[in-house]
């Protein structure tokens, strides 16, 4: 079993940058695709950005030149560099790794 733990959402102000980081208790090694997804209010869960264990990427085109994911195995840790925020970037933000999920952190950007 792997439990996910986000962290590194806060208030910033528009234009303004985050990290988000998502620990892992256990190997991610083993882990092809990882994922984070968000959430605003009154909206579906949506997919922000996915990595496989060999380092592809994918973006949704909201985020696509503005945001940057990565992993560590090392660490067991996926990151979302967060930069040029804007206000509808405002969700709760969400890792996922196979059928597990973390809490998720909350991002809120002000105008």
């Known amino acids: 079993q792997v439990q996910l733990v986000e962290s590194g959402g806060g208030l910033v102000q528009a234009g303004g940058s985050l990290r988000l980081s998502c620990a892992a208790s256990?190997?991610?090694?083993?882990?092809?695709?990882m994922q984070w997804y968000r959430q605003a209010p009154g909206k579906q869960r949506e997919l922000v950005a996915s990595?496989?264990?060999?380092?592809?990427?994918w973006y949704a085109d909201s985020v696509k030149g503005r945001f940057t994911i990565s992993r560590d195995n090392a660490k067991n840790t996926m990151y979302l560099q967060m930069n040029s925020l804007n206000p509808e970037d405002t969700a709760v933000y969400y890792c996922?790794?196979?059928?597990?999920w973390g809490q998720g952190t909350q991002v809120t950007v002000s105008s």
């Open positions: 990595i496989t264990s060999g380092g592809s990427t």
């Open positions: 996922r790794a196979l059928t597990y």
């Open positions: 256990g190997s991610i090694f083993s882990i092809n695709l």
